[in-house]
Structures are given as structure tokens and as C-alpha cells.
């Protein structure tokens, strides 16, 4: 017991004695394991915020949630409008046709908001929507920041429309983008008749499962009249997506988990051998001795891992630190800026990482345990 001790002293100050006497080397083998463990956490987080920001937008939204977009009918073209041909679906669930005018309304906080004209067919979804036994007024503006039944005097172009403010349903965000929204009637709209319209269906179906037949018998449908420019989304759609996001980085972690173990073996290996070969005779005198090849093989494992683990948590708290820098500058949310709410740079969630890079430490320090099989008479002499 006591010469493993004294075993297990020796080699500690012989490790510290290589670092006092070669900083460089950990230096340099200290910076290139952060910079890569850096570089990876990086990937690692973009992937999960993407996966986390597809599974919020499935959720504000709700699997059962379809918008279909198309440019207006022109005065050439001959085909039904969307809301005639889709009219059916009004039967299936909440099923709002409008038109989106190409023209903000002016309010009197000088704030812009979209227009939207809705006709006979809208009417029984908005009152579901907005949960009203009947319509509350031909014009009304759907709006944050304003109390509830205000009268708000907004301007369109070059005429005044006296709107009661309403609170927004959450799912009106797939059309407001956030943003105000002023629900006038088709009858009250045709002033606007000069302007280009977009037409939109917004439909929640009654069953989520049943709205993927629903989407696809509305694309066939939508081909077989001539509708060649359309936009159809939801968030059932997005499932695939967020399979994809996930597939993806699964196969980015495999590649760059291999590179980065790659470059951590050869680095680590060679300064491994490097100072292995400038002590070969010491370590040959100190077998002699009866010191074991194993304690040898032990210390250098010690010494990578040691190096690996600290570089590790150096690299997460640089990650911490330019996390808002980095992933604001990509386009992410405000919110998964924040790590206080999510943290993607958690040691249990990197084990992979620190997984890999035991193994890497491992790995490089093969050739030693292949020159520590020399026998003891060979290298002396």
C-alpha cells in the first residue's frame, strides 16, 4: 500500500514537473481541445434551440391548424374563390375565409395594421373563433395594447372606419405575425376593389389526425381548378421538420464528434510520444526499478484526462458567455438567449461530448502502451 503511494506521489510531481518545464505544449494542447469542444458545443446548441423553437411553434399553433394562402382572383381568370370551393370544410371545423389586403390601415398611434376583409362564409368561424354567440360589429380591431370595446378611429388609404377593439385569439398570430389586425366586411370593402387582395383560409380542424387526408384532398383540389400559385402550412407539416432537425443532428454529431476526436488523438498523441521519447531512458531505469508499465500508462491517461476535463469546462463557460452574442446574431428569439430559462451547455447534456473526449485520451495514448512493451534491455542498450 505505501508504494503505490509513494508510486502515485512520484508520478503526480512528475506530471507537474512536465508542465512547469514545457508550458507550450499544455498550452497548446489546452487551446486546441477548447477551441473544438467550443466549436461543438456551438453546433450542438444550434441544433437543440432549432428542435426547440420548431416544438414551441407546433405548440402556439396546434397540430389541427391549416393556412392557405393565394394571390386574388383578376379579372382573366375564371375559377371559383377559395372560400366557394372549400366551403365544405366548415363542416369539418373552424373554417374563417378572408382576403388579406394589400394596404395597412393607419391607427392612432400612428401603428400599422393588416387588413382583412371577410365575408358571409367567415362569420360562423369567427364567432367560434372569438368565442361570440354573435358577430360583436361589422368592424372590429383585433389588438393588444388597447382596452377591450374601445371605439378606434383607423384610416385605410383615404377612408375612416370606427373599429371596436378586440382581444386576439393566440392562433390569429398565424396571420398577424403579432402585429394589429382590422376585420372589415366585404360589403363595406368595395372602395377597396382597386387594390390587389390576397386570398387565405384559415381552418382548425375538429380532429388533427383527420386534417393530414384534409390537406392533402385540398391540394389535389386546389390543382384541379388552377390554383398554380398557392402556400399551404401547418404545423402538422412542421412534425416532419423537427424529425428532420433531429436526424440532422444526429449525423452532425457523429461527423464532428469524429473530427473532433480525430484531431484531439493526433495532437495528443504526438506530444504524448514527443515526451515519451525525451525520458525514454528514465522510464526504462524506473521499470528496472520494478515500477510497472501500467502505473506508466496510468499516469499519461491521467495527464489527457486531466487536460481533456478542464479544457471541457473552459469551453462551457465560454460557450455561457458568448452564448447571446453568437445565436442573436443567427436570428434566434429573445427567449433562447437566455440560459436562466434553457441551457443548452449543461454537463448532462454534453456527455456525449465529454464522452468522446475520454475516448479520444484513450485512444492516444496507444502508442505508449506499444513502446512500453519493449523490453527493458533493448532500450538500454
Known amino acids: 500500500m505505501r508504494s503505490l503511494i509513494l ?7 512528475d506530471i507537474l514537473k512536465r508542465w512547469l518545464e514545457t508550458p507550450g505544449a499544455v498550452f497548446a494542447r489546452v487551446l486546441i481541445a477548447i477551441s473544438l469542444s467550443l466549436l461543438f458545443l456551438f453546433m450542438q446548441a444550434g441544433f437543440v434551440l432549432t428542435e426547440r423553437a420548431v416544438e414551441k411553434k407546433i405548440e402556439s399553433f396546434g397540430l389541427n391548424t391549416m393556412i392557405l394562402r393565394s394571390t386574388g382572383l383578376s379579372k382573366e381568370e375564371v375559377r371559383p374563390s377559395l372560400s366557394q370551393l372549400l ?12 382576403s388579406s389586403l394589400y394596404v395597412n390601415a393607419q391607427l392612432s398611434s400612428e401603428k400599422r ?35 377591450e370595446a374601445m371605439v378606434e378611429r383607423v384610416k385605410v388609404w383615404n377612408f375612416f372606419f370606427d373599429a371596436e377593439v378586440v382581444k386576439p385569439p393566440s392562433i390569429l398570430r398565424f396571420i398577424s405575425l403579432n402585429g394589429p389586425l382590422l376585420f372589415i366586411p366585404e360589403s363595406m370593402a368595395s372602395v377597396f376593389n382597386q387594390f390587389s387582395v390576397q386570398e387565405s383560409v384559415l381552418f382548425l380542424s375538429d380532429d388533427s389526425v383527420d386534417l393530414v387526408d384534409i390537406i392533402e384532398i385540398t391540394e389535389a383540389l386546389l390543382k384541379k381548378e388552377g390554383f398554380d400559385r398557392y402556400e399551404l402550412s401547418s404545423p402538422i407539416k412542421w412534425i416532419g421538420k423537427l424529425d428532420g432537425v433531429r436526424d440532422l443532428r444526429v449525423k452532425a454529431q457523429a461527423i464532428g464528434g469524429g473530427f473532433v476526436g480525430l484531431l484531439i488523438v493526433l495532437i495528443f498523441g504526438s506530444i504524448a510520444v514527443f515526451e515519451y521519447r525525451q525520458n525514454i531512458f528514465a522510464t526504462a531505469l524506473f521499470k528496472s526499478f520494478g515500477l510497472h508499465s501500467i502505473h506508466l500508462i496510468l499516469r499519461y491517461l491521467v495527464e489527457g484526462l486531466l487536460l481533456l476535463f478542464l479544457s471541457f469546462l473552459g469551453a462551457v463557460q465560454l460557450a455561457e458567455v ?11 428569439d429573445s427567449e433562447f438567449l437566455n440560459l436562466a430559462i434553457f441551457n443548452p451547455y449543461e454537463i448532462s447534456g454534453n456527455l456525449y461530448l465529454l464522452t468522446l473526449l475520454g475516448f479520444a485520451s484513450l485512444v492516444s495514448i496507444l502508442p505508449i502502451c506499444i513502446a512500453l512493451r519493449k523490453p527493458v534491455g533493448r532500450v538500454l542498450g
Open 7 to 13: 508510486i502515485f506521489v512520484y508520478l503526480s510531481k
Open 87 to 98: 366551403s365544405s370544410l366548415g363542416e369539418m371545423g373552424i373554417y374563417i375565409p378572408f
Open 113 to 147: 395594421a393588416k387588413v382583412v376583409i371577410y365575408n358571409d362564409h367567415s362569420i360562423p368561424g369567427l364567432n367560434a373563433l372569438m368565442g361570440w354567440d354573435r358577430l360583436q360589429g361589422p368592424v372590429f380591431l383585433a389588438a393588444y395594447g388597447y382596452p
Open 322 to 332: 458568448f452564448h447571446r452574442f453568437v445565436f442573436k446574431k443567427a436570428g434566434f
